[in-house]
Nanobody, 112 residues
Framework: VQLQASGGGLVQVGGSLRLSCTAS????????VAWFRRGSGNEREPIAY???????AYADSVKGRFTISRDNAKNTVYLQMNSLKPEDTAVYYC???????WGQGTQVTVSS
């Protein structure tokens, strides 16, 4: 099973984007799911996760600006990203925990 991230794009500093994470079947609605990102030359880092009980946690770098949520009816996990900064520029991925095969990710570019 591969989870696919979508919804990336080019946005100006201070703007917003909403990313979506989907997969075949209902795995997204049953498992702990996390968003990760990898900036240029960096390691892939976890930035937010939502557990099967819908509790959430965030990396300090995105806390207060990003919100992870789940729509079980649509088998989709979202990442709402507000107040975007140039340092948020990265390829964003989603995966269950522990991670399965990685999808291609979606590029987010924040321009100043």
């Amino acid at each position: 099973v591969q989870l696919q991230a979508s919804g990336g794009g080019l946005v100006q500093v201070g703007g917003s984007l909403r990313l979506s994470c989907t997969a075949s079947g209902s795995i997204v609605s049953r498992k702990d799911v996390a968003w990760f990102r990898r900036g240029s030359g960096n390691e892939r880092e976890p930035i937010a996760y939502i557990k099967s009980d819908d509790s959430t946690a965030y990396a300090d770098s995105v806390k207060g600006r990003f919100t992870i949520s789940r729509d079980n009816a649509k088998n989709t996990v979202y990442l709402q990203m507000n107040s975007l900064k140039p340092e948020d520029t990265a390829v964003y991925y989603c995966n269950i925990l522990p991670p399965l095969t990685w999808g291609q990710g979606t590029q987010v570019t924040v321009s100043s």
